[in-house]
């Protein structure tokens, strides 16, 4: 059930990403006059409009979509920027690949920049789903998502139950049960 909330709750952030994407894109290529048939100022505006659009992600995904209720951890804003860095590769290559290599049917070429930037968009989905869920907006107690086999032995910790783990001092959690 809070998994279909948390679908729900992206779908919606993705289409408000998805407006500050196109929005900052056809302004810049608007301004410039430049981009409309891909290339390098398309890409340009492209990784642009990315960056305002991931700024907006973090705060709503962030505080609504999962919640994320616990401490803000300086780790938490490394795996948001790293996983959306893979996002950012696969949204801006395929949206430059397609606005650059893609033949427009004539009735659609004023559009062409926005259809490449929504075809970038569909294809990261899944993956930015995946990794805001089980790798960024992770609640401390709960595992991270490892790629590592053997990796994820302890859930997210505190700073506090880290240095103690590493100092090899047992751990009480609650009702005073000794964890180690």
């Known amino acids: 059930m809070r998994e279909i909330?948390?679908?729900?709750?992206?779908?919606?952030?993705g289409l408000l990403n998805t407006i500050v994407d196109l929005a900052v894109l056809n302004a810049l290529i608007f301004a410039t006059g430049r981009g409309h048939n891909g290339g390098?100022?398309?890409t340009i505006f492209?990784?642009?409009?990315?960056?305002?659009?991931?700024?907006?992600?973090?705060?709503?995904?962030?505080?609504w979509t999962f919640e994320a209720k616990h401490e803000r951890n300086p780790l938490e804003v490394v795996r948001f920027l790293a996983s959306s860095a893979v996002g950012f590769i696969i949204n801006v290559t395929v949206a430059s690949y397609v606005a650059l290599h893609g033949t427009p049917a004539p009735e659609l070429r004023h559009?062409?920049?926005?259809?490449?930037?929504?075809?970038?968009t569909a294809?990261?989905?899944a993956w930015n789903f995946v990794a805001y869920k089980w790798i960024v907006f992770v609640p401390t107690g709960q595992k991270l998502l490892s790629l590592?086999?053997?990796?994820?032995e302890h859930p997210v910790q505190s700073r506090?139950?880290?240095?103690?783990?590493?100092?090899?001092?047992?751990?009480?959690?609650?009702?005073?049960i000794v964890s180690r």
Not at 48 to 62: D, E, G, H, R
Not at 164 to 173: D, E, H, Q
């Open 5 to 13: 909330r948390q679908i729900k709750r992206f779908a919606v952030v």
């Open 148 to 152: 590592f086999h053997g990796h994820d």
């Open 46 to 63: 492209k990784m642009i409009s990315f960056i305002a659009a991931a700024a907006n992600s973090y705060l709503l995904n962030a505080h």
């Open 111 to 120: 559009f062409w920049p926005s259809i490449a930037a929504i075809t970038g």
């Open 40 to 42: 390098f100022y398309f």
């Open 123 to 125: 294809i990261g989905l």
């Open 160 to 176: 506090e139950e880290s240095r103690k783990r590493a100092a090899g001092t047992k751990l009480t959690g609650k009702a005073g």
